[in-house]
């Protein structure tokens, strides 16, 4: 089989949580161990699609950037690069546009979501956003994409455009992308309310655990996170109707590469005020590391400004030729070839 490709990308808006950790950036670090090619892009564009100040997206680029390297990723065997450095993910993405049914992102569940009641007075590029996707993955042919559950429904999209294209250009020219969705924390939840997402625009900061919380911050959100009052159950049918339950166990889980039904052996019978304690040892001593290398990274951009322009260059080299030839074949004359 040829080589894996695996592209994902993280919007740089406010600080990364813990469902971004353990949905995706966690997994992106075991997968370079693989030998396949890794690109990791911190997806600027994509987070214009709703209102930032210049000067916080700046910050942001450069804060998610350390927090790809410190939580592992290696930038001498990933390409970590700002979507926005390498200009055909724009290009193919107009090309893209063109042969993608406007039902098909009415069906987006993440444009309702957050166009809210307002769609008519969203942007463009919020209704856009997923050709867009498409397009950075696309554009080098990955064919793995690790990210949480919340993007299926983007990933299925871009399959679909692929298939458009190689239709009708008669070639299998893109590949339509796997997504890989791993681990125990696919949908991490909110702290506070067990049936909704943990997201960075959950108004409530004592919702989400971010890479930026220090010790006591972790240990205070984790003790007033939201729970039942029975103890904890046997198996994992015991944790059916039980979502804070079951998000409580599950993040345990994830940070300890285990699984539930693993956890649920070792604490079945706990109380919470047994359970937790444990679970904030486990976090803060996880996370505590990367949240330390962030910070030293953030000390003197330089090193993080240097990473972003190696990555930039080596992605350029790689997406230049792919948009150079889908043009081809859609049949833009090249004029600049003798
Ligand atoms: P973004 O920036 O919203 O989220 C980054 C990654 O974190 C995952 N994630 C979660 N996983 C588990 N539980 C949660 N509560 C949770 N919240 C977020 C997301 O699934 C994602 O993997 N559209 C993407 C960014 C993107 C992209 C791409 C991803 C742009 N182009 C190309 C992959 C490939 C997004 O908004 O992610």
Redesign the pocket.
């Known amino acids: 089989m040829s080589q894996k490709i695996i592209?994902?990308?993280?919007?740089p808006?406010n600080n990364?949580?813990?469902?971004?950790?353990?949905?995706?950036?966690k997994n992106w670090v075991n997968l370079q161990k693989e030998g396949a090619k890794c690109l990791y892009?911190v997806?600027d564009l994509?987070?214009i699609t709703l209102p930032q100040d210049p000067d916080s997206l700046r910050r942001s680029t450069r804060e998610i950037t350390a927090a790809y390297i410190a939580a592992g990723v290696d930038p001498e065997r990933s390409i970590i690069f700002p979507?926005s450095a390498v200009a055909g993910h724009s290009q193919l993405m107009w090309l893209l546009a063109t042969m993608t049914q406007v039902g098909k992102l009415n069906r987006m569940t993440?444009f309702k979501d957050k166009s809210g009641k307002n769609a008519e007075k969203s942007g463009l590029g919020l209704y856009a956003?997923?050709v867009?996707?498409?397009a950075?993955?696309l554009i080098y042919k990955?064919t793995h994409?690790?990210?949480?559950?919340?993007?299926k429904q983007?990933?299925e999209l871009?399959r679909e455009i692929a298939s458009t294209f190689n239709h009708r250009y008669g070639e299998e020219f893109f590949v339509p992308?796997e997504p890989y969705?791993m681990g125990e924390?696919?949908?991490?939840?909110?702290l506070r309310d067990g049936t909704q997402?943990?997201?960075?625009s959950d108004p409530s900061d004592m919702s989400?655990i971010t890479l930026v919380d220090s010790a006591d911050t972790i240990a205070k959100k984790i003790r007033k996170a939201k729970t039942d009052t029975e103890p904890l159950p046997e198996t994992i049918e015991g944790l059916k109707e039980r979502p804070e339950a079951q998000n409580l166990v599950a993040i345990y889980a994830a940070l300890l590469d285990r699984t539930s039904e693993d956890i649920l052996n070792e604490i079945a019978g706990k109380q919470f005020s047994e359970f937790k304690p444990m679970l904030v040892d486990v976090a803060i001593a996880h996370l505590e590391p990367i949240t330390k290398r962030m910070a030293e990274l953030m000390g003197d951009v330089s090193e993080i400004d240097t990473i972003l322009r190696q990555g930039a260059e080596k992605a350029n080299a790689l997406a230049n030729p792919v948009v150079k030839d889908a043009m081809e074949l859609m049949g833009f004359l090249n004029v600049s070839q003798k």
Do not use: C, F, W
């Not at 990364?16 to 950036?25: D, E, I, R």
């Not at 994409?145 to 993007?151: L, S, T």
């Open positions: 592209l994902s990308g993280m919007q808006t990364l949580h813990l469902g971004n950790y353990l949905g995706a950036l892009s997806v994509h987070a979507q993440q956003y997923p867009l996707m498409a950075d993955i990955a994409v690790p990210v949480g559950e919340d993007q983007h990933l871009a992308p969705i924390a696919t949908r991490v939840m909110s997402k943990m997201s960075k989400r």
